[in-house]
């Protein structure tokens, strides 16, 4: 996953986790907008989270964040 995807999830699971809790649980749908404004960087988003770590539609975004941060 490219350096500015990452940022930007790091970023949206650190939001969700300070308004929700640490319960608080998103899809990779949550580093977007609405709109499919870059087909390109939602399907590396999308594949690294289908294809590469298998998880469920909806994660913890604290696990998301964890992952990420990692390096993984």
């Known amino acids: 996953m490219r350096q500015t995807l990452r ?3 790091v970023a ?6 300070a308004k929700k809790g640490e319960a608080v649980g ?11 404004d870059d087909p390109d960087l ?3 988003a999308a594949e690294w989270w289908i294809k590469t770590h298998e998880l ?8 998301i964040r964890d992952m990420i941060s990692s390096g993984v």
């Open 7 to 9: 940022d930007k999830a």
């Open 12 to 17: 949206v699971c650190n939001e969700k986790i």
């Open 26 to 36: 998103l899809s990779f749908y949550a580093f977007f907008a609405n709109r499919n």
């Open 42 to 44: 939602l399907m590396e």
């Open 56 to 63: 469920d539609h909806f994660e913890k975004a604290v696990k």
